[in-house]
T-cell receptor
């Protein structure tokens, strides 16, 4: 089965700086990689995703890159704001039926 | 914007009791999922449901668990003979394509 590793586990950045979270996956058959943001006590919210036929995707201040050969993908948040503080989870989908999550990164944006 | 809904928001039960967690997926979605998240840990896949049957399940989803779609709108997770370690947040999710998953607000299950 798929194994997703996520680093770092915690990340503290100054407001306005960039934040980068990295994930690796083990199953080369995985073909879809979403990122979720979870605020305290709330549901995970999909913020961006990337499919295996694409190397990079950007949505305003958020971007995701995928390196299929190395089996790793990253989330980049630019110009961080206090409301970006949350736990971020990467995930990999190996089939239509199963999503495997990373352990999460707690991001704190210092004002 | 349509959302996945779940009831109850919090369920407290005694060890050994049965609980049923309920979800209403988004109406035109075809794929349904249950996940759980033990406090402070990552989200774990439990089971997926497609075309009125289980399509995949994790090693966590043993005989203690079952899922059902009793009518055209509800999707339920039953946990028989609950254990202390079943205490967690249980999230339902649904998807139209088997890719993006939209999560419900979760049910916090506390087993005493």
């Amino acid at each position: 089965g798929e194994n997703v590793e996520q680093h770092p586990s915690t990340l503290s950045v100054q407001e306005g700086d960039s934040a980068v979270i990295k994930c690796t996956y083990s199953d080369s058959a995985s073909n879809y990689f979403p990122w979720y943001k979870q605020e305290l006590g709330k549901r995970p919210q999909l913020i961006i995703d990337i499919r295996s036929n694409v190397g990079e995707k950007k949505d305003q201040r958020i971007a995701v890159t995928l390196n299929k050969t190395a089996k790793h993908f990253s989330l980049h948040i630019t110009e961080t704001q206090p409301e970006d503080s949350a736990v971020y989870f990467c995930a990999a989908r190996e089939s239509d039926y199963k999503l495997s999550f990373g352990a999460g990164t707690t991001v704190t944006v210092r004002a | 914007e349509p959302e996945v809904t779940q009831t109850p928001s919090h369920q407290v039960t005694q060890m050994g009791q049965e609980v049923i967690l309920r979800c209403v997926p988004i109406s035109n979605h075809l794929y349904f999922y249950w996940y759980r998240q033990i406090l402070g840990q990552k989200v774990e896949f439990l089971v997926s449901f497609y075309n009125n049957e289980i399509s995949e399940k994790s090693e966590i989803f043993d005989d203690q668990f079952s899922v059902e779609r009793p009518d055209g709108s509800n999707f339920t997770l039953k946990i028989r003979s609950t254990k202390l370690e079943d205490s967690a947040m249980y999230f339902c999710a649904s998807s139209s394509s088997g890719r993006e998953g939209l999560f419900g607000p979760g049910t916090r299950l506390t087993v005493l």
